[in-house]
């Protein structure tokens, strides 16, 4: 059965035919010109060459698929300075308005001279080519400007498309596969030259084009080379660009300086005979040495260069570049968010502070030096409440993603979980205690109760989780601050007492404790249980979980801010190259926790300074809570300030290990043991000491209601006249520790309560005194009747009415 004839395109001038043919018959002759109908697809065989080039011309494809080209992504901090650059191409598409006329005319003098005249293939130019090329071995190219533009169009998309044979294919210029590509460029030229001007034309390979090393378009070139726009291009800058693109490698002028002085010169020559320049500008062109007119500006791609702008911020950068790769509002898949970054043309603004990053830098590594022999990390994320703003990203650690990286170089950030850092997280110890004290709290307990916080052997059948009790299973932990005996929650908090919040959590249930850390943004941060909550277990209420000083950072500025949680946020704003906003992800700032409960919780982490943190010492100038944390063996070790502007989450230790930091130097200082308060604390303060010291108000913490300080009122138990152990016994089942003060001469019996205070009503957890007979009056009417007084009380004793 015959093959359908092929659809007839658009016809072509004589002209045009003409020049087709002188295409292929420059480079082959007949023979060849045969051989490249036969790699053709569809093309049949004919009798004589002009047909063959006009069925073969008709049959190629006439409409030339153009993408937005790649473009380098920029990121800024939060001030538009410039952190980072991100690119696949090092380029910047620009207006043919903003290209100087010189560089437009050495392109177009070097390129293609007839490039206004002609309609996309230029005949006088092939024709010259075929006599040159009938003269020597060496082969002279003829395609036009618009045909150099195709060709790197079709080269673009197929390396965009990941498609290395459409690569070759573009790039191939020798044999019947150079002639095929000759014949779709020329094809595709025609086309285009009726869709588009001649200044789009241009326009669009200046922007294309190749122009060195790693360089592409001529505003990359001119920033590269000369450290200006393409606007301000000379035309001696100008000529030496416009020489590059006949060999981007070889004729790289930082590169190969000789060789693309040589090809500048050409260039200069070129123009004079177009009249682009004098023969005065050429002479004195061609008197300069081109690496004197040099003003070398490299880009460097990737987050590496950060920190050569502020101070340690690699690690920012990098999380910025994770936070892009893992969330859906930059695209579907990983790769296509990628894809977006380094070829989107992106502006990413950030809520880095430079001057706030570069103060947690040094203070960081002020508190353990990166080359320190002791090899103990650190770490600081600085996190505005109420906005979630990222404002710093601190560690002892270079940041050094390539594959050569080892020692203190590396990539791995030890403020963020795994997926945003490759780290696994900490052991938080005592940082975590807060989130037993929020769910007191938010069950209606007080600061002002009592609970026993000495050590004793426990069992995990105490405690609740989900709604079921646990197995029995004995534990005896240790406090590690001290304490001992009944105490109240702000003393617990203050001394981090071990067994007074275990103690709390048996009146709990842990589920509740994990899943409120959880909601407060703090879960676990390995490869295998990141994201999940902390593990409902009595020792998880101690900190035995790993999390991260970003995590904690952002969770504690739900207290700062009165209950509202944000995601701990670094982007503010992203544009694409045309200027468009784009979605970002969304910091959810909500109402988490009651206003009220977190006033209470700042109250209550504000006597840090009294207890854990007193080697510290209270800040001066401004109001700060906290809380230390030191695992069971001086492993990890933290602090966790915060004021109502920021929170910093400091953490050292070692990063790979569980191994202690006891009996060692760390920075020339000898350390029996390393607590939370010995070098994260003091971290912590020297950076909040400076960074607030910025001239803006520094406001304190809404005070809580006295129901969160010493509880609500509830009816004291009346004990008068009951023997002093049944009536410690009955005031305590109500929940109301009770003390003997005293005796008292007194009919009644000896032991037998004669008063109490405070008495009708008060705070669960009120102490009350209890004063006993001594007996000195029995036998008398009416000793040792319950409720029977001293003369002139009316017969209430001497507990009536509300204590002090």
């Known amino acids: 059965m015959a093959p359908s004839p092929t659809p007839r395109g ?339 603004t950030t809520t880095l502070d430079p001057r706030q990053q570069a103060i947690a830098d040094a203070e960081v590594k002020a508190g353990v030096p990166v080359d320190d022999p002791s090899g103990v990390g650190s770490a600081m994320s600085v996190v505005e409440p109420g906005t979630g703003f990222i404002k710093a990203m601190a560690q002892n650690r270079v940041y050094d993603n390539t594959a050569e990286a080892t020692g203190r170089n590396l990539a791995v950030n030890y403020n963020t979980s795994y997926s945003y850092g490759g780290s696994g997280g900490f052991a938080p110890g005592s940082t975590f205690k807060p989130f037993t004290l929020l769910e007191w709290l938010k069950q209606g307990h007080s600061l002002n109760e009592r609970v026993n916080g000495s050590v004793r052997p426990l069992n995990e059948n105490q405690f609740t989780a989900c709604g079921s009790r646990l197995g029995g299973k004995s534990w005896t932990p240790g406090n590690s601050e001290g304490g001992a005996g009944t105490m109240t929650i702000m003393d617990a908090t203050k001394n981090s007492v071990n067994l007074a919040y275990l103690t709390m959590a048996m009146q709990l249930d ?31 209420v101690l900190g035995s979980d790993s999390t991260t000083p970003l995590s904690l950072a ?35 700032c909500r109402q988490a926790i009651d206003p009220n409960v977190a006033a ?13 943190a007193r080697s510290v010492g209270a800040p001066s100038g401004y109001t700060a809570s906290g809380k230390t944390g030191t ?39 000898y350390r029996t043991r390393v607590f939370g308060a010995t070098i994260a604390g003091e971290t912590w303060k020297r950076t909040m000491d400076q960074i607030l010291a910025d001239g803006q108000p520094n406001p304190g913490f809404t005070e809580p209601s006295s129901e969160i300080r010493v509880g609500r009122a509830i009816p004291v138990p009346s004990v008068v006249g009951q023997d002093q152990a049944a009536a410690i016994n009955t005031l305590q089942a109500a929940g109301f520790p009770a003390t003997v003060g005293g005796t008292t001469p007194s009919p009644q019996t000896a032991g037998s309560v004669v008063s109490q205070s405070p008495s009708g009503s008060a705070p669960a957890g009120t102490p009350i005194t209890l004063t006993v007979s001594d007996g000195s009056g029995a036998g008398q009417p009416g000793a040792g009747q319950p409720g029977a007084g001293q003369p002139g009380d009316n017969g209430r004793g001497n507990g009536g009415g509300n204590g002090p």
Request: proline share 4%; with cysteine; glycine share 8%.
């Open 554 to 588: 952002g969770a504690y500025a739900t207290f700062a801010s009165g209950g509202i949680y944000c995601k701990p946020t670094a982007i503010t704003n992203v544009k694409n190259a045309d200027g468009t906003d784009l979605p970002i992800p969304d910091a959810g």
């Open 510 to 540: 842990l589920c509740n404790i994990m899943n409120g850390a959880a909601d407060l943004g703090v879960t676990q941060s390995g490869a295998s249980s990141e994201g999940k909550p902390f593990n409902a277990y009595p020792s998880s």
């Open 10 to 348: 658009r016809q072509v001038t004589v002209v045009q035919a003409l020049a087709l043919l002188l295409a292929f018959v420059l480079t082959a002759g007949v023979g060849g010109l045969l051989t490249a109908g036969l790699v053709l697809p569809t093309v049949a065989v004919a009798n004589t060459a002009t047909e063959l080039s006009a069925e073969a011309f008709e049959d190629l494809p006439s409409e030339l698929e153009r993408k937005p080209l790649s473009e380098k992504s920029v990121m800024l901090a939060a001030d538009g300075t410039v952190l980072a650059e991100f690119f696949a191409e090092n380029r910047v598409v620009v207006s043919l308005e903003q290209v100087s006329l010189p560089m437009q005319n050495a392109v177009i003098a070097t390129e293609d001279r007839r490039f206004f005249q002609h309609g996309g293939i230029d005949p006088a130019g092939m024709m010259r080519a075929l006599v040159k090329n009938s003269l020597n071995s060496s082969q002279e190219g003829a395609s036009t400007l618009t045909q150099q533009y195709v060709k790197n169009v079709l080269i673009e998309t197929a390396v965009r498309n990941d498609d290395l044979a459409a690569v070759e294919a573009a790039r191939e210029a020798e044999g019947p596969e150079g002639y095929a590509r000759k014949l779709r460029e020329a094809k595709l030229a025609i086309a285009l030259e009726k869709e588009l001007t001649k200044d789009q034309i241009l326009e669009n390979y200046l922007n294309i084009a190749q122009f060195g090393v790693a360089t592409y378009g001529v505003e990359s070139a001119a920033r590269r080379y000369f450290s200006k726009s393409a606007a301000e291009l000379s035309y001696l800058e100008a000529a030496t660009i416009a020489g590059v693109t006949q060999s981007p490698t070889a004729l790289d002028p930082v590169k190969n300086p000789e060789a693309s002085q040589t090809r500048r010169d050409t260039v200069l020559r070129l123009m004079l005979r177009e009249g682009y320049i004098t023969q005065e500008e050429l002479d004195a062109g061609l008197a300069t040495p081109l690496i004197a007119t040099l003003v070398v500006s490299e880009a460097r791609s990737g987050c590496m260069a950060a920190g050569d702008v502020v101070a340690g911020s690699g690690y920012f950068c990098d999380y910025v570049t994770r936070v892009i790769r893992n969330d859906p509002a930059f695209g579907e898949t990983p790769e296509a968010r990628e894809e977006t970054l380094y070829r989107g043309g992106l502006t990413i």
């Open 600 to 612: 209470g919780m700042n109250y209550a982490l504000s006597n840090v300074w009294n207890g854990t």
């Open 631 to 669: 695992t069971s063996e001086n492993e990890q070790t933290w602090f966790v300030g915060y004021t109502p502007r920021l929170v910093g989450a400091t953490w050292v230790g070692f990063a790979d290990a569980f191994k202690p930091m006891q009996r060692m130097p760390i920075n020339g200082i």
